[in-house]
């Protein structure tokens, strides 16, 4: 701020807290799930010659991606795919959307998705279908949620963070209208911001 101009008044960005009715999952309770789960994605990979690709599912993966591949002792190379299905203020689900094409060279790669969360499994079986046709050797999935009660039956994810029951939900990469991705736990919103 240049010396002279007035203070803007507080506070003129509320704290996220003050949207969110509930803490479902905390921060510290993630942290220690995603140590067993990098743990258990070492296990299932560190034989393999022919090389690691994670494919984060933009943009509601990126703080799920970024703490989970810290914690692998792999090598590994990054390819990006951005679908969307909850454009703008809604929290029903549109036909997902392809917003940036998959990158990366996945032929004979061991490809791992990565997503917040697996919901209808909508985007999760447009992206498998994108990796599929790029000829890899495996293709995995890790979510950091999911909800066991709508997830069809043909979209399966080999590693789940939590399962939770079916509501929207924010916080870690998870959004509603862009908003609440750095809010650090896993959270409800209050109805009359929705
Ligand atoms: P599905 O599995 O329904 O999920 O194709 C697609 C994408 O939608 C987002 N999503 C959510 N975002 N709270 C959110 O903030 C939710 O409860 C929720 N459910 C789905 C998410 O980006 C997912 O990748």
Redesign the pocket.
């Known amino acids: 701020m240049s010396a002279g101009a007035s203070p803007r008044p507080f506070p003129y960005n509320p704290p996220m807290e003050e949207d969110v009715a509930r803490i479902l999952i905390h921060r510290e309770e993630i942290e220690r799930r995603l140590a067993d789960m990098a743990e258990e994605i070492a296990q299932t990979y560190h034989r393999d010659e022919e090389g690691l690709t994670l494919i984060p599912?933009l943009?509601?993966?990126i703080i799920f991606l970024a703490d989970l591949m810290r914690k692998l002792p792999l090598k590994m190379k990054i390819g990006l795919v951005s679908?969307s299905?909850?454009p703008g203020r809604t929290?029903r689900?549109t036909a997902?959307k392809t917003v940036i094409e998959l990158t990366g060279d996945l032929a004979g790669r061991h490809v791992l998705i990565i997503?917040?969360?697996?919901?209808?499994?909508?985007?999760?079986?447009?992206v498998r279908e994108m990796v599929l046709q790029r000829e890899p050797a495996s293709v995995r999935t890790a979510v950091l949620?999911r909800?066991p009660s709508?997830?069809p039956p043909d979209?399966s994810a080999d590693f789940v963070g939590f399962d939770i029951e079916d509501?929207?939900?924010?916080g870690c990469?998870?959004?509603?209208d862009d908003h609440?991705r750095n809010y650090p736990h896993i959270g409800v919103l209050r109805p009359e911001i929705m």
Not at 173 to 176: A, K, N, P, Q, V
């Open positions: 599912v943009a509601g993966s679908v299905a909850y929290t689900p997902p997503d917040d969360i697996l919901d209808t499994g909508r985007t999760l079986r447009k949620l909800k709508k997830a979209v509501e929207f939900v924010v990469g998870l959004d509603y609440y």
